[in-house]
């Protein structure tokens, strides 16, 4: 159902939207999860490790899709808060004429690149063609990540957080089974594990659109919506590119961080790998769905020049994230040991303990920073919704090099814990930038007469004000 968020109590209408949207990408996260579960139960360690081994390459590729076509929802977004269904319309044909393209390049990319991108991570021998097998496989399926993810966007868009889920449902299961039947019955290995992902979310893709086309009017396009012109085509652009490399700068932070942690073995790698998925139940499923919402909230009030209102609905998302960290935390510690023991089955005490250990220290450190990771998500978000995406880009940035440096020194000072802190100080850089930005701004945007200050300009910024502006932490603006 289309939702309009630019009316209506703006908590409301915030946990309404986000909780299909949690929902949507818990199940996404099954995809993923189910594929290392298996593969650790069916196919052992090694086999676990090889598809742990993958997440940054993975995150590389499918992180700069799921970027770039959330730019593209962005500007349907604004215009259907500003009420123009012809532009909406417009806005999709753009948007599925550049994810043709889109597929086409990262296709002939992601294939081509995959066994250089395992060489330079030093990805262990004994691991390294399984690792090919299953990223490969995935490679293979962009177009299917493609789509699903522009539907998805730009229903929500809309303000539909419902029905994208209501398809994730139906591959998440469809996942299941067939990774049980390529990888159990058709002996197809860890690359079965891949393919069973790509038949389903291709499934989902094409579910969304035919029920999308049938069920709202305003997306039933015509051959005049395709016709766009190049200005209106980087208008698109414009806004997706710089977050889809803000997601792919993430990317290469973690190729950091894997291939240092590739020198501690594969036993350290597959627990690394088991509970980074657990932690991903929080982080990519429940903040980043805040992240979704602040996004969806913020354009279409931009769209509607409701500045004020994009204030309270991004503070009142930044309330939600506490909680919601203060949550994650007591997941963590309460329901980390027993997930940790799913990923892996007839292996030997010893082995098992130190498995868990490792395991429940990444969990531990990552988990007690969920805050500075809410507030990524829900400042980052808010400004590409404002169509401020360089900003955020400037942000991935800052990312990668709190999360190198601290990879790199201190894993050199303390060791494995030492590289599990990389992402919380990733996320704290990443704060700083994004606040010192997003508070002013808003504040411009909220004064009439400031207004026409609001693309800010760098050179323009006063060092202060923005220091100051960071003492209102988080949702205290």
Not at 204 to 218: P, R
Request: glycine content about 8%.
């Amino acid at each position: 159902m289309i939702k309009d968020l630019t009316v209506g109590k703006p908590m409301k209408r915030i946990i309404a939207f986000t909780i299909p949207v949690v929902i949507g990408n818990i199940f996404q996260q099954l995809y993923s999860i189910i594929d290392t579960l298996i593969v650790g139960r069916t196919l052992g360690l090694d086999a676990l490790a090889a598809v742990g081994a993958t997440g940054a390459i993975s995150f590389l590729i499918i992180g700069f899709i799921q970027g770039i076509t959330a730019g593209f929802a962005v500007i349907t977004a604004k215009y259907f808060g500003a009420h123009d269904e012809a532009m909406v319309r417009k806005s999709v044909g753009a948007s599925m004429l550049l994810a043709v393209a889109v597929t086409v390049v990262m296709t002939a990319v992601a294939v081509l690149t995959a066994m250089p991108l395992l060489k330079l991570m030093a990805t262990p021998d004994n691991i390294m063609i399984g690792a090919y097998q299953y990223i490969v496989a995935i490679f293979y399926g962009i177009f299917a990540t493609v789509f699903y993810n522009l539907f998805s966007n730009i229903l929500r868009a809309l303000g539909d957080s419902r029905t994208p889920l209501i398809f994730l449902l139906v591959a998440t299961l469809i996942n299941i089974v067939l990774d049980y039947v390529f990888i159990v019955y058709c002996n197809m290995g860890v690359a079965g594990a891949g393919w069973a992902t790509v038949v389903a979310q291709a499934v989902s893709a094409l579910l969304c659109l035919v029920y999308s086309l049938k069920k709202f009017e305003i997306l039933r396009l015509k051959k005049s919506d395709f016709v766009v012109t190049l200005r209106f085509m980087w208008e698109h652009v414009r806004v997706g590119l710089p977050m889809a490399f803000q997601f792919s700068i993430t990317a290469i932070g973690m190729m950091v961080v894997q291939s240092v942690l590739n020198g501690y073995g594969s036993l350290t790698v597959a627990a690394y790998t088991a509970a980074s998925k657990i932690d991903s139940l929080i982080g990519q499923t429940v903040l980043m769905a805040l992240g979704v919402t602040s996004a969806t909230f913020a354009a279409q009030n931009y769209g509607a020049k409701q500045y004020d209102r994009i204030r309270q609905g991004i503070r009142d998302c930044m309330k939600l994230g506490v909680m919601l960290s203060v949550f994650g935390l007591a997941f963590v510690i309460l329901a980390g040991k027993p997930l940790m023991r799913l990923f892996v089955e007839n292996v030997d005490p010893a082995l098992m303990a130190e498995v868990e250990e490792l395991g429940m220290t990444y969990l531990i450190l990552n988990a007690a920073f969920y805050i500075l990771l809410a507030a990524v998500f829900v400042y980052r978000n808010a400004l590409q919704g404002m169509e401020r995406s360089a900003i955020t880009m400037l942000a991935g940035v800052a990312e990668l090099a709190m999360r190198s440096a601290s990879t790199i020194l201190l894993g050199a000072i303390w060791g494995y814990a030492g590289i599990c802190v990389a992402s919380p100080m990733a996320w704290l850089g990443a704060d700083i930038l994004l606040l010192a930005v997003y508070l002013p701004l808003i504040r411009r945007l909220m004064h009439p007469n400031r207004r026409r200050m609001a693309r800010v300009d760098v050179s323009d910024w006063q060092f202060r004000e923005r220091m100051s502006a960071l003492s209102h932490a988080f949702f205290l603006h």
